[in-house]
């Protein structure tokens, strides 16, 4: 069936598809805007090209993009696999909104080995060409920090970033750190070890990482029985302890077969709208990495057309240059100088059939996960974040947050805002007056206001809130915990303080502030909080000096004293209110002298 009557253009763009090359290439479909909406790769450019248009879509999506398409371009390549290659990089580039969504944005940490003297081994995101060695990408942070955790209960290396020439050791120009007095350091900096011992270290790191741990272990091993027989028995002990945490690393490692060295593997499932492919790296017979990724369906695409695309994109960011790669089945994308395996027994085939179970896995876990969204409301799932967030007790279902104002140490004042299921509660606002702090006095006047709330919320019976915020840092939380020490109320509410500088999040009896994603949703419900219980604050104040300017104002009048002053103020409000006033209005409120003194005064102040 033809489709004329889906794309009014169409005449215009067989037209152009009718003078498409029959090479490997990439093609690009516009809409009318100018937008790239799709991106597809081709054996043959005019073949795949003209099959959009010679009969209707079976695909009620493809029918849509079909019927926006303007204009068509191409890229020619010399094979599909760099068709494919380009198309990757197309659609990371543009993201076209027809073309399947990849979603996985991470970016992978690594380990370099540093080119310096002395070198330092540390966790990084970013490759420098500097002549360093990196190492990975790790799909698993955790496994990177207990790598680099074991390293430096293995070895004294340094963490500083001292420039330890030869020149500068030689004139003395550092000294040594706690590091070396507590024993995780040889003190290079001072000259006290040698680069060629510090670089033996180096050595069995970098052959642990390479994934060379039994070399490392018949190394370690040799020593130690040499320095036993040379009757160094602290020093044998010492490598006993090394050996016994690399033995322990190793058994945490999935071994397969020693035999089966840098081999990449991929399987896939899908269904309706997403498929998920997981990866396994194996390095001397162990897995080294494992991920998995789910990508968003567009256009009903083929689990063969999936596969090639993940298997391009993840060899590419976990840097994998394999020619060895186990699939469930052949891509339709060749690759050059790598084979593609389907085993049929043996331990590739058990691998295929781990990583088969891993993806199956990672499916369920996320059509879980999307269930439990759906049936927890919003703010509990926020509430959830909060409290893990935050390691607290409980879910904070009831949060209260406090701020001082004061000018210049007069007019002092504190504001406690309430928020309940992570919403503000405006009719639990409170605000206070300070009663017994003289002059700006943030701490004392938190302790106050802290005592008083929670002293009336016990005098009442009324319920307290799971957590308390302060607006502030180690001082003002200190203040705040002091005030509930006194009440014997530190253990049943959490506490925290936020200072505003760096959105450091402070906790009672922890010197290390929390640090936040800038992006979190528990960060932006402390800001609201904080925010809020500012705005409520300033406005309080500014309400107390204009009352102070405006007492100050009528106290000037003959007659008007502070009881007359609360009745006018009571009464209209403010001083304009006051002005606007009738003779007759002022006199049912301070009687006709004082009535007649005000009128005066007014038309005196505007002369």
Known sequence: MKINYLNEHIDELRE????????PGVYQFFNASGKIIYVGKAKNLKRRVASYFNREPDNGKTRVLVKRIRDIRHIVVDSEEDALLLENNLIKKYQPRYNVLLKDDKSFPWIVIRNEPFPRVYQTRQLIKDGSQYFGPYTNVMLVRSLIDLFRHLYPIRTCRLNLIQDNISQGKFKRCLEYHIGNCKAPCEGLQTES????????????????????????KERMLKLADEYKFEEAENIKQRLN????????????????????????????????????????????????????????????????????????????????????????????????????????KKLLELSERNVKYFRLEKLKQDANRQKIPRHVRLLENVKTD?????????????????????????????????????????????????????????????????????????????????????GQLGSAVKALNRLNLSDRIAIIGIAKKLEEIFRPGDPIPLYLDKNSQTLKLIQNLRNEAHRFGITFHRQKRSKAAYESMLEQIDGIGPKSIEDLIREFKSISGIKSASVDDLKKVVGSKRANSLIEFFKKAGE
Not at 391 to 411: A, M, T, W
């Open 16 to 23: 152009l598809v009718s003078v498409l090359p029959n090479n």
């Open 245 to 348: 945490l690399l033995s322990g690393f190793q058994s945490k490692s999935t071994i397969v077969n020693p035999k089966i060295d840098n081999v990449d593997v991929f399987s896939i499932i899908s269904d309706d709208k997403s498929a998920y492919v997981n990866f396994l790296k194996v390095l001397n017979g162990a897995i080294i990495q494992a991920h998995t990724i789910e990508l968003k369906k567009k256009l009903n695409e083929t689990d063969s057309e999936l596969l090639s695309l993940s298997i391009i994109e993840i060899r590419e960011r976990l840097q994998s240059n394999s020619r060895e790669i186990i699939v469930p089945f052949i891509p339709e994308v060749p690759l050059q100088n790598v084979e593609f395996v389907i085993p049929k027994i043996g331990d590739k």
């Open 390 to 474: 935050l390691r607290l007790k409980q879910l904070p279902v009831h949060i209260e947050c406090f701020d001082n104002s004061n000018f210049q140490g007069s007019f002092p004042v504190a504001a406690c805002v309430v928020f309940k299921n992570g919403s503000p509660s405006k009719r639990d606002y409170r605000h206070f007056n300070i009663k017994t702090v003289e002059g700006p006095d943030d701490f004392a006047s938190m302790e106050e206001v802290v005592e008083r709330r929670y002293r009336r919320l016990l005098d009442e019976d009324s319920p307290l809130p799971q957590l308390i915020v302060i607006d502030g840092g180690k």
């Open 197 to 220: 011992e510090y670089l033996e270290y180096i050595d069995d790191i970098r052959n642990i990482l390479k994934g060379n741990i039994g070399s490392v272990i018949r190394y370690l």
